[in-house]
């Protein structure tokens, strides 16, 4: 037979989920709870190439390092998605890698980096994917 908790007890199992989420990860001995950030970075503008290696390095250089000094890994990449008239769309792309602490105003750092290439390159978006991640240095 099924036991139905009260609603008291079930909202105090929510918050404490919560509250696990906020410490990060178990991680193993030598390794601390962090997290990691990806933005994806497309490189045509007005679906034709156009953002070049130089662009890029000028933004990582002006945009990125300030905001993320303590370092970050770039990545070359590809990307397909379907457009507006259903047809398949590719282009170069940038990976960018970070590894953040849990807390912090990184990501308001990463939203303004963000809102910073859409505006210079006249990008629809920069998709952002954060994780909770164990880091050893």
């Known amino acids: ?7 008291s007890c079930c909202l105090a199992l929510l918050a404490l989920g919560g509250c696990a989420s906020l ?3 178990a991680c193993p001995v030598g390794q601390e709870p962090m997290r990691t950030a990806q933005l ?5 503008i007005g679906h034709k190439p156009g953002v070049s290696e130089a662009d ?3 933004f990582v250089d002006q ?3 300030p905001r993320f000094p303590e370092g970050l890994t770039v990545l070359d990449g ?6 507006d008239e259903n047809k398949m769309i590719r282009e170069a792309s940038k990976v960018v890698v970070l590894v953040l602490p849990l ?3 990184s990501g308001d750092k990463l939203d ?7 505006r210079k390159f006249h990008q629809d978006s920069v998709m952002l994917v954060t994780q909770p991640a164990c880091v050893a240095f």
Not at 112 to 118: D, E, G, K, L
């Open 1 to 7: 037979m099924a036991r139905v908790l009260p609603l």
């Open 103 to 105: 807390r912090g105003d």
């Open 63 to 65: 945009e990125l390092t």
């Open 112 to 118: 303004a980096a963000r809102r910073a290439y859409v």
């Open 56 to 58: 890029f390095r000028a």
């Open 40 to 44: 994806f970075f497309g490189r045509n």
């Open 78 to 83: 590809g990307g397909q998605w379907k457009g």
């Open 23 to 25: 410490s990060g990860p």
